[in-house]
């Protein structure tokens, strides 16, 4: 990392002070912002909620032993198989929401971090990686994504051996968001693959359709005409038994069912908005009604941090988005490599893509999904904090997709999601060893036949493991 | 010796002409079988291949009445029986196409058509199978077209007596596992629907018990003393299969050689209860024709056809095998092909842990994105599985071409063995007729190919294709 910051660091320097006050630096805390500087956007967090058939994080945790063993889908009476374990030996573990634990073990069971720490007991059934010299890190988070999985719904629809899924194991992502599903990589099975769905409503409240923003202002109005009659209705009846109850039958289905779950805090709204006007409306929204707002792009997100931090509103950008400032215009404008770090200096969660959504095998590659922890490190190029750009991968993105209880980082209780790397995640010589999803082994280097002449040893003449394809070609049988 | 009329539309015809037959027969094997009623054959071969893994040089067969008695050397026999003289060629079994549509147009269909059967849209006479019998087929399996579960489809040889081409009982209830998420939701609803069904008719069964149970009771009471000449018998005698016939198929006409069974109590296999006026008779409720042939594989009913899944690429075999979580009792087989570049290493472990039987083509495949060429038919077989071969499309040149691209596969691994088996008793295996034909032994149907040199001698020839002992089919030079 080091490295990085070195031949980055010169040109991140010199424009950033001009613009806005650098970001304060900050190691404890999962949240970014600044108590002193802006009003606290949200201290902890706690209109993001958690689907109803989901225990609260610590209370899961807590309660292991009974817990574990039992099916994660749940309800299903299903048949008990035996224990699966995993352990990871002798690792450099960055858990990203605590400190960094050298020659640590992690413990997982049936998918889920049973234990992380050194001189953790391995059980006597687990499957063992030795991971001496690598360094683990929970599995990064692709917000957006195309062509990885299938369709909706994407455990009946996914080609689980593709090329492109094996291609971002390889790049240390186990969990993306596709469609409007948050799902992991599964390679080779179907088993635990949706981790939430409708992870966003759609909104269009942009300059460039008026007519779509006046819409959705109107609807959302009535909404919450509704929802204050409704209130109304509710002391009068305790009054008068024979107050009229408000007719809700028109908002039950439709566009104003969408808009009723946002302003009840139900749903989360994703917005697409570049520009400083479209993205200070979008806070303007946020704050009047009241919903959370992620918004997306956000290339002029640094001219407008103050207000989004303000409002609540969470971004999710691309470091390397160029767009040169148009002089004409008597303010700042235009995309810089340190709209990460602005934004993430005021207080506003940042989740980092990259421009292209997909993974790429053709032409330059080096924008899609399988640099999605260089696109991270040009967030530290534009000056954001080493581990605020790891989050913005991992437990960040996590966040902004509400299934931060379940993957993100590396936490007892939380899911078995790992990429063991080589070295420091921002750096761009770092590939993956092994890729865990689900406490299952979903990538092997030395085993995949996908850019087999790399090799993490540097020996790209060393044989493959025996139970690499192909395989018994020939008399070997 | 008689055989079940298939329900083409000329099955009257056809089980007129049994009637005759069978009526013509009957006092013969009345008699005792003297040799002097029953017509023998006799083939002299260089080489008999067996099919079941037996190579014989210099072998014999003595064939009876179309069906194949001994199999060895220096066999006895009588001296009137007709003796073919095939020293220089080598005799196997004729080989079974599993899958075909044998020049048959296919159609748009889609949903669950469990009821329909390839026998009902086909007319042999018009249908020229000639090229079958060139490369060697000396019966072929058609399939129903269409996508989801499409029907039963059946086994007809490819020439001999009007009366004798269809091959009962035979084929398999075809499923496409191609387009998803459709054909999931397909086979999921209608295992679902089957198995509601399945529990209707139990339930019926069971309330139709205890109202019998409590009528008796009645009786008993009102009666001074309970009727002795009819004792509560603990198990009630209902025709154990509920639904109608365990096949679709119809019941095969039998009024000829049965009429000293007339005067038994009605056998089992009648479906309809007699619908006589006593009201202790159970009638089950009527339930779903197109799910029926589901319904007895999920029952295990004997005869019932297996269930056979198309799947282009190695994740579809893990959709089907999800949605047929908890049917383990469903025999099944696999047909893997169609897929732009399968994918099917992937799959060989978990297809070798099932056992399954699986019917590709004899084709080396290629790892995915990249050069490396591997056996998939070997591995299969080195897996665990039972492996089927059969041409990927039915022009002339493929059929022909199948005992050499074998061979290829056996240049690159594959044991001889286990080529001849897959050709042979495992393709009748898949074709659900396993039972009369796939290979020479005792008790099998006469149905053997004469080649001009070894089975997996690229350049061997079929000279004569014998059909039920006589031989239909003789190369032209």
Request: one cysteine or more; glycine letters at 10%; hydrophobic letters at 35%.
């Amino acid at each position: 990392m080091r490295m990085i910051r070195s031949y980055l660091g010169a040109l991140a320097l010199c424009t950033t002070l001009a613009i806005a006050p650098p970001a304060p630096a900050r190691q404890d805390s999962s949240l970014p912002g600044d108590p002193a500087a802006q009003p606290q956007p949200r201290p902890d967090r706690p209109r993001r909620r958690r689907p109803p058939d989901q225990p609260p994080p610590d209370q899961r945790s807590g309660s292991e032993g009974q817990s574990e063993a039992e099916p994660r889908s749940g309800g299903k009476p299903e048949k008990k198989k035996d224990d699966r374990f995993l352990a990871i030996k002798g690792a450099t573990v960055h858990s990203v929401s605590g400190p960094v634990l050298q020659n640590a073990t992690i413990v997982c069971t049936n998918g889920r971090i049973t234990a992380v720490g050194p001189g953790v007991p391995v059980p006597e059934k687990a499957e063992v990686i030795d991971a001496a010299g690598f360094h683990v890190y929970p599995g990064l988070i692709a917000v957006r994504s195309i062509a990885l999985l299938g369709g909706d719904p994407p455990e009946d629809t996914s080609d689980v051996f593709t090329t492109q899924l094996v291609a971002a194991l390889g790049a240390g992502i186990t969990t993306v968001a596709t469609g409007n599903t948050a799902a992991k990589l599964t390679y080779g099975t179907l088993e635990d693959m949706v981790v939430k769905r409708n992870l966003f409503e759609t909104i269009r409240y942009g300059s460039s359709d008026p007519a779509a923003k006046r819409r959705l202002r109107e609807s959302l109005e009535k909404v919450r005409q509704l929802l204050r009659d409704q209130k109304a209705y509710e002391e009068e009846r305790s009054r008068n038994p024979d107050a009229k109850a408000p007719d809700d039958k028109w908002a039950k289905s439709g566009e104003a069912a969408t808009h009723l779950k946002l302003l009840k805090g139900e749903a989360t709204a994703l917005a697409d908005a570049e520009l400083a006007y479209d993205l200070e409306q979008t806070c303007e929204l946020a704050e009047e009604f009241g919903i959370r707002v992620v918004v997306r792009g956000a290339r002029e997100g640094w001219t407008v941090a103050p207000r989004m931090a303000r409002a609540g509103v969470w971004a999710i950008v691309t470091p390397r988005t160029r767009d040169d400032p148009d002089k004409r215009l008597m303010r700042p404008n235009g995309g810089t490599i340190e709209n990460a770090a602005i934004l993430y200096g005021h207080g506003v969660p940042v989740a980092i893509v990259p421009s292209q959504a997909g993974v790429s095998f053709g032409g330059l590659g080096g924008r899609d999904l399988l640099q999605l922890n260089l696109e991270a490190a040009f967030g530290v190029r534009g000056g954001l904090p080493e581990d605020a750009a790891v989050r913005s991968i991992t437990l960040d993105a996590a966040r902004i997709l509400g299934i931060d209880d379940r993957v993100g980082s590396i936490q007892v209780g939380k899911d078995a999601d790992f990429a063991i790397v080589t070295g420091d995640l921002l750096h761009y010589t770092t590939i993956a060893r092994w890729t865990i999803v689900n406490g299952r082994v979903a990538y092997d280097k030395e085993k995949e036949t996908l850019f087999q002449h790399i090799r993490t040893g540097g020996d790209e003449n060393a044989p493959p493991p025996k139970d690499a394809w192909p395989r018994r070609l020939g008399q070997e049988q | 010796m008689v055989r079940r009329a298939s329900s083409t539309r000329r099955g009257g015809l056809l089980a007129v002409a049994l009637g005759v037959l069978a009526l013509l027969s009957a006092p013969a094997v009345a008699a005792g079988g003297g040799p002097a009623d029953e017509e023998f054959v006799v083939v002299k071969a260089g080489k008999v291949i067996t099919g079941s893994g037996e190579e014989i040089d210099r072998g014999e067969i003595v064939i009876v009445d179309g069906q194949i008695r001994l199999v060895g050397r220096r066999l006895e026999y009588p001296k009137t029986a007709t003796v073919i003289h095939a020293e220089t060629q080598t005799v196997m079994p004729g080989m079974v196409h599993c899958r075909t549509r044998a020049g048959l147009p296919s159609y748009q269909r889609s949903g669950v058509h469990g009821d329909l059967k390839t026998a009902d849209e086909i007319y042999l006479d018009e249908m020229d199978l000639e090229s079958f019998l060139r490369a060697g087929y000396t019966a072929v399996n058609i399939y129903p077209a269409g996508t989801g579960i499409t029907g039963v489809s059946s086994v007809y040889r490819t020439a001999g007596p009007a009366g004798q081409r269809a091959v009962t009982p035979g084929g398999y209830l075809r499923t496409t596992m191609i387009s998803l998420p459709r054909d999931k939701q397909t086979l999921r609803d209608a295992l679902k629907k089957a198995k509601a069904e399945i529990d209707k008719v139990e339930k019926a069964r069971q309330d139709w018990e205890a109202k019998r149970k409590e009528a008796e009771a009645k009786k008993a009471a009102e009666g001074a003393k309970p009727p002795e000449q009819q004792p509560p018998s603990p198990s009630p005698a209902p025709p154990t299969p509920p639904t109608p016939g365990p096949q679709p198929s119809p019941t095969p006409p039998k009024s000829g050689p049965q009429l000293p069974a007339a005067d038994k109590p009605a056998p089992q296999e009648t479906a309809k209860p007699a619908g006589d006026a006593s009201g202790d008779q159970f009638k089950p409720p009527e339930t779903d024709p197109s799910h029926r042939a589901l319904m007895d594989l999920i029952q295990k009913k004997d005869g019932a056809p297996a269930l056979m899944l198309e799947v282009p690429s190695a994740s579809n075999i893990l959709h089907a095998l999800e949605v047929l979580q908890g049917f383990d009792q469903v025999t099944r087989t696999l047909w893997l092909g169609g897929g732009f570049a399968p994918d099917f290493n992937n799959a060989v472990a978990k297809l070798g842990e099932l056992k399954s039987l699986v019917i590709t083509a004899p084709a080396m495949h290629r790892l995915p994105a990249t050069i490396n060429r591997y056996n998939l038919v070997a591995e299969l077989f080195g897996a665990g599985c039972e492996v089927a071969l059969a041409p990927e499309n039915d022009s002339p040149q493929d059929l022909e071409a199948v005992r050499a691209r074998t061979a290829d596969l056996v240049r690159s691994g594959l044991q001889r063995s286990d080529a001849v088996k897959a050709l042979t008793v495992n393709a009748a295996k898949a074709a659900g007729v396993g039972k009369q034909l796939g290979s020479i032994e005792k008790g099998k149907d006469a149905d053997l190919v004469f080649l001009d040199g070894d089975v997996l001698d690229p350049g061997a020839r079929v000279q004569r294709v014998m059909i039920l002992g006589k031989v239909v089919w003789k190369a032209k030079d």
